[in-house]
């Protein structure tokens, strides 16, 4: 059993930063990918971006790319979500997630995740 517990969310004016942190505890394992969702009022839940744990290899959605990094501290069990250039529409609830790389792959759908945390609302204003 993995828990999740994601923080830093907020409300920041179009074009500022946030950093959002994803706390990982309980049984975890190497081959883990940890894993950034976002679901906007009225519309499905669509992937990030996404970072191996042990291994530096991060993925993210074209709409982020450029703008969004990811980084771990494996020592405090730890994901960021470092957001920067945020615009109006990034606005959304986002979501930690902890799932396994399947042949070195990072998923991008949910179903390839397990675990999942409360989300955090991140509302970026015009």
């Known amino acids: 059993q993995v828990q999740l517990v994601e923080s830093g969310g907020g409300l920041v004016q179009a074009g500022g930063s946030l950093r959002l942190s994803c706390a990982a505890s309980g049984r975890t394992f190497s081959s883990q990918v940890m894993g950034w969702f976002r679901q906007a009022l009225g519309k499905e839940r669509e992937f990030v971006g996404a970072i191996k744990w042990n291994n530096i290899g991060t993925a993210f959605d074209d709409s982020v790319k450029g703008r969004f990094t990811l980084s771990r501290d494996t020592a405090k069990n730890t994901v960021y979500l470092q957001m920067n250039s945020l615009k109006p529409e990034d606005t959304a609830v986002y979501y930690c997630?902890?799932?396994?790389?399947?042949?070195?792959?990072?998923?991008?759908?949910?179903?390839?995740?397990?675990?999942w945390g409360q989300g955090t609302q991140v509302t970026v204003s015009s």
């Open positions: 997630a902890a799932g396994t790389s399947v042949w070195g792959r990072i998923g991008r759908t949910q179903k390839e995740y397990s675990y």
